[in-house]
């Protein structure tokens, strides 16, 4: 059963899971990781798109 998640922590979690299928599966597209994500977190469209960014190394 899913749960609602303190604002900010679905990010942190979803990034730092991103990070390790990057690391797991480095020839892996990403948008089908953020896509992923997305589901697998409950991430907003604002989210969606910071985590798309973060791992294009457009933010560090």
């Known amino acids: 059963m899913p ?3 303190p604002e900010g922590d679905a990010i942190r979690k979803a990034t730092r ?5 990057r690391q797991q599966q480095p020839d892996k597209n ?3 990781i953020v896509e ?4 697998r977190f ?6 969606s798109a910071f985590l ?9």
Do not use: M
Request: one cysteine or more.
């Open 42 to 47: 409950n991430l907003s469209p604002k989210d």
């Open 3 to 5: 749960t609602i998640l």
């Open 52 to 60: 798309s960014r973060f791992l294009k190394g457009e933010i560090t």
């Open 17 to 21: 899971w991103a990070s390790q299928e």
């Open 36 to 39: 992923e994500a997305c589901l």
């Open 30 to 32: 990403i948008n089908v």
